[in-house]
């Protein structure tokens, strides 16, 4: 039985309309910021790494949804698990049963997990933070989180408060009782914990925003430091984790490392289906779940749902068949190679940093007259534009979508599905180098670009 509702004509009638209908109903910051920098394009369909406009073009995607799409888009194995999902008729969600689907996924997620023993399923990254934040808390009787300056953990209420980017934060005041430190500092870290009030640490192995990586032997030490002083490790491994760099988790590149907390989310969805997840320790779940009057002390309406289980354990399965994670260091090495060797040859590149699939580039201040001019020019207006100087022509001129790896920031933030290949890794570097070879020219679109930016930037004060 049908009521008449047919999405695809829904979507062939009025698809076209998608800008206005963003602009006049939900962020309308989002249409004009797309439009000012040319990103307003029209895509309508994608498979694996590439999408397709309009026109039937390709595009290459460097950027896989802010790290969502991991195995790509519309994998065939998720695709079909879903749709079997679907048809199976489940009594999805019904509150009073156990059904066989999320523990299944936990099972083999932790398979994944050494040390960790259970797991809650929410619906998001920054639920899987405040999870592990109030966990922490109840776990330790202690009220007080570390965070790292510049780290992102989620824009819910307790994650902004272990965000530490201001811009985030601002005008949402007040927030929970927590503390920055500097990524790699352990006297602070110390000092801190030393009050004696300290639930936790959170960190991102490789954070974010600038993809800077935690220095050797610091995730190790900080763990130390915090079990001597009763508190707890928390690994937001939402971006890093499930292959991302090179290992299923980000913090199993440095040994002895064994989070009490862990949260996963993006990958784990296939795409599809939002889901985010909790993993840590015996103790700490039977702390927090220490007898039936506290059943329900946590729980999510729609977590553990049937679709983003059977997205998971296909997810999984695929990445455990095909050999992801191994795939993506391997690939991650060579496109983090290739562009280490264009470091000497264009002023303006100053590093290259990352692991895996998660590559930062960095520009900076050139030491020649003339581009030293127009980065002064580029840094007055705002900071930031150069990186976005090169992002344009990478999807105007040559099809390929990146990210500015933060606001305020000269870095271009590499995080494609795991499943790009070598002919990926020539077309994104191929074009890379040609935009830097423009923008060292000192002039073509990149400049014309720029200056139209920098006229943007000074109207905006």
């Given at each position: 039985m049908?009521?008449g509702?047919d999405l695809?004509a829904?979507?062939?009638e009025?698809g076209g309309?998608r800008?206005?209908?963003?602009?006049?109903?939900l962020?309308p910051?989002l249409?004009r910021?797309l439009?000012?920098?040319?990103?307003?394009k029209v895509?309508e369909?994608a498979?694996g790494a590439?999408f397709w406009d309009?026109d039937g073009?390709?595009h290459?995607d460097m950027l896989?949804?802010f790290?969502v799409?991991?195995?790509?888009r519309?994998?065939p194995?998720v695709?079909?698990?879903?749709?079997?999902?679907?048809?199976?008729?489940l009594?999805?969600l019904?509150?009073?049963?156990?059904?066989p689907?999320?523990?299944l996924?936990?099972e083999?997620?932790?398979?994944h997990?050494?040390?960790l023993?259970?797991v809650?399923?929410g619906?998001?990254?920054?639920e899987?933070?405040?999870?592990?934040l109030?966990?922490?808390?109840?776990?330790t009787g202690?009220?007080r989180?570390?965070?790292?300056?510049?780290a992102f953990?989620g824009?819910?209420?307790?994650?902004?408060?272990v965000?530490?980017e201001?811009?985030f934060?601002a005008?949402?005041d007040?927030?929970l009782?927590?503390t920055p430190?500097?990524l790699?500092?352990?006297?602070?870290?110390?000092?801190?914990?030393r009050?004696?009030?300290?639930a936790?640490?959170?960190?991102?192995?490789?954070?974010g925003k600038?993809?800077h990586?935690a220095?050797?032997g610091?995730?190790?030490a900080?763990q130390?430091l915090?079990?001597r002083?009763g508190a707890?490790?928390?690994?937001?491994?939402?971006?890093?984790?499930?292959?991302?760099?090179?290992?299923?988790?980000?913090?199993q590149?440095e040994?002895?490392v064994?989070?009490?907390?862990?949260?996963?989310?993006?990958?784990?969805?296939?795409?599809?289906v939002p889901v985010?997840?909790?993993?840590?320790?015996?103790?700490?779940?039977?702390k927090?779940?220490?007898?039936?009057?506290?059943?329900?002390v946590?729980?999510a309406s729609?977590g553990s749902?049937?679709?983003?289980?059977?997205?998971?354990?296909?997810?999984?399965?695929v990445m455990e068949?095909?050999?992801?994670?191994a795939h993506?260091?391997?690939?991650?090495?060579?496109?983090?190679g290739?562009?280490?060797?264009?470091?000497p040859?264009y002023?303006?590149l100053h590093?290259?940093?990352?692991?895996?699939?998660?590559?930062?580039?960095?520009?900076?201040r050139p030491?020649s007259?003339g581009l030293?001019?127009r980065?002064?020019?580029?840094?007055?207006?705002?900071k930031?534009?150069?990186a976005?100087?090169?992002?344009?022509?990478l999807?105007?001129r040559h099809?390929?979508l990146?990210?500015?790896?933060?606001?305020?920031l000269?870095v271009?933030?590499?995080?494609?599905p795991?499943v790009?290949?070598e002919?990926?890794?020539?077309r994104?570097?191929?074009?890379?180098t040609a935009?830097?070879?423009d923008a060292?020219?000192?002039g073509?679109l990149?400049?014309?670009?720029g200056?139209t930016?920098v006229?943007?930037a000074?109207?905006?004060r």
């Amino acid at each position: 039985m049908t009521d008449g509702f047919d999405l695809r004509a829904l979507l062939a009638e009025r698809g076209g309309e998608r800008y206005e209908l963003h602009a006049r109903y939900l962020n309308p910051q989002l249409p004009r910021m797309l439009h000012t920098i040319g990103f307003d394009k029209v895509y309508e369909r994608a498979a694996g790494a590439h999408f397709w406009d309009a026109d039937g073009v390709d595009h290459l995607d460097m950027l896989a949804g802010f790290g969502v799409m991991g195995l790509g888009r519309h994998h065939p194995v998720v695709r079909k698990a879903l749709h079997d999902v679907l048809d199976a008729d489940l009594p999805d969600l019904t509150r009073f049963d156990c059904p066989p689907l999320p523990g299944l996924l936990a099972e083999r997620l932790l398979a994944h997990s050494p040390h960790l023993d259970r797991v809650f399923f929410g619906n998001s990254g920054t639920e899987a933070v405040e999870t592990a934040l109030k966990f922490a808390r109840y776990a330790t009787g202690r009220p007080r989180i570390v965070y790292c300056d510049h780290a992102f953990h989620g824009l819910t209420t307790g994650a902004l408060s272990v965000n530490g980017e201001k811009g985030f934060r601002a005008g949402f005041d007040p927030l929970l009782p927590d503390t920055p430190i500097a990524l790699g500092d352990l006297g602070a870290l110390e000092r801190e914990l030393r009050r004696g009030d300290v639930a936790a640490f959170v960190v991102e192995p490789i954070q974010g925003k600038g993809v800077h990586e935690a220095p050797p032997g610091f995730l190790a030490a900080a763990q130390e430091l915090l079990h001597r002083h009763g508190a707890l490790l928390i690994a937001d491994e939402v971006q890093t984790g499930l292959g991302r760099t090179g290992d299923f988790y980000a913090y199993q590149h440095e040994d002895g490392v064994e989070p009490d907390l862990v949260c996963v989310a993006k990958a784990l969805s296939g795409g599809y289906v939002p889901v985010g997840a909790t993993l840590g320790k015996e103790w700490i779940f039977k702390k927090v779940y220490s007898s039936m009057d506290r059943v329900l002390v946590h729980s999510a309406s729609f977590g553990s749902n049937a679709q983003a289980m059977a997205a998971g354990l296909a997810v999984l399965s695929v990445m455990e068949s095909e050999g992801t994670v191994a795939h993506a260091r391997r690939i991650g090495g060579l496109l983090k190679g290739r562009l280490e060797e264009l470091v000497p040859r264009y002023e303006l590149l100053h590093q290259i940093r990352g692991r895996g699939l998660m590559i930062g580039i960095e520009f900076g201040r050139p030491s020649s007259l003339g581009l030293r001019g127009r980065w002064t020019m580029l840094q007055t207006a705002r900071k930031g534009l150069f990186a976005q100087m090169v992002v344009a022509p990478l999807l105007q001129r040559h099809r390929i979508l990146t990210q500015v790896s933060g606001d305020h920031l000269e870095v271009i933030k590499l995080i494609p599905p795991l499943v790009i290949d070598e002919a990926d890794v020539d077309r994104f570097v191929t074009a890379f180098t040609a935009v830097m070879d423009d923008a060292h020219g000192g002039g073509g679109l990149v400049w014309d670009f720029g200056r139209t930016l920098v006229k943007q930037a000074v109207a905006q004060r």
